[in-house]
């Protein structure tokens, strides 16, 4: 997780969303709103607060920095794939829905993910796992039910917000890659 990101690694996003003609703009306005959302829920979840997100995102760079090895699990894990990974000597930071091939999350970071990791995703988050959180363009709906089912839990997740836009958001990372994989490696 270093600060100093790659510019080739954030310039590989333009590509991408020219390829399939998605618009910048989409992108930009979920991360916004994806970071006005997390504000909003701040009082009822202080770790959620501009503060509260940069102490997490913190503490995961110490845990990440600290480990003997990351090892990161890619979205389309197999359960086979998952209990190899959770063997090794390591950390798992788990790419969105792989998280739920990962039986034993003892070893689990943090889930890196865009908001379509359905029942694994929710169920990691119930569990007070570090969410690395982003928002494109076809998911403002998912992360503003997702935020609001999430402030109910006991224990709601740690949040360090992410976008992939070429210009700065304030209270988001731009940390390169464009899926959920591309994102846990880069990050």
Same mark, same amino acid.
């Given at each position: 997780?270093?600060?100093?990101?790659?510019?080739r690694?954030v310039?590989?996003?333009?590509?991408?969303?020219?390829?399939?003609?998605?618009?910048?703009?989409?992108d930009?306005?979920?991360?916004e709103?994806?970071?006005?959302?997390?504000?909003?829920?701040?009082?009822?979840?202080?770790?959620?607060?501009?503060?509260g997100?940069?102490?997490?995102?913190d503490?995961?760079?110490?845990?990440?920095?600290s480990?003997?090895r990351?090892? =990161?699990?890619?979205?389309? %894990?197999? @359960? !086979?794939?998952?209990?190899?990974? /959770?063997?090794?000597? +390591?950390?798992? #930071?788990?790419?969105?829905?792989?998280?739920g091939?990962?039986?034993?999350r003892?070893?689990l970071a943090c889930?890196?993910?865009?908001f379509?990791g359905? =029942?694994?995703?929710?169920? %990691?988050? @119930? !569990?007070?796992?570090?969410?690395? /959180?982003?928002?494109? +363009?076809d998911? #403002?709906?998912?992360?503003?039910?997702?935020?609001?089912e999430?402030?109910?839990?006991?224990?709601?997740p740690?949040?360090?917000?992410?976008?992939?836009t070429?210009?700065?958001?304030h209270?988001?990372?731009?940390?390169?890659?464009?899926?959920d994989?591309?994102?846990?490696?880069?990050?």
């Amino acid at each position: 997780m270093h600060e100093a990101v790659d510019q080739r690694l954030v310039d590989i996003q333009d590509e991408v969303r020219d390829a399939f003609g998605w618009a910048l703009d989409e992108d930009r306005v979920a991360a916004e709103t994806l970071v006005q959302r997390t504000s909003e829920f701040a009082a009822a979840v202080p770790s959620w607060s501009e503060a509260g997100r940069r102490a997490s995102s913190d503490a995961l760079r110490a845990k990440l920095s600290s480990a003997e090895r990351v090892i =990161v699990l890619g979205a389309a %894990a197999t @359960e !086979e794939e998952a209990l190899r990974a /959770a063997q090794q000597e +390591g950390v798992i #930071v788990a790419a969105d829905g792989s998280v739920g091939a990962l039986k034993m999350r003892n070893r689990l970071a943090c889930v890196v993910s865009d908001f379509d990791g359905g =029942v694994h995703l929710h169920s %990691a988050a @119930e !569990e007070g796992v570090p969410i690395v /959180a982003h928002g494109h +363009g076809d998911n #403002v709906q998912r992360s503003t039910l997702a935020l609001s089912e999430w402030s109910q839990f006991d224990t709601p997740p740690s949040l360090i917000l992410t976008h992939q836009t070429p210009t700065p958001c304030h209270g988001a990372h731009n940390f390169g890659g464009f899926t959920d994989g591309d994102r846990a490696v880069c990050f």
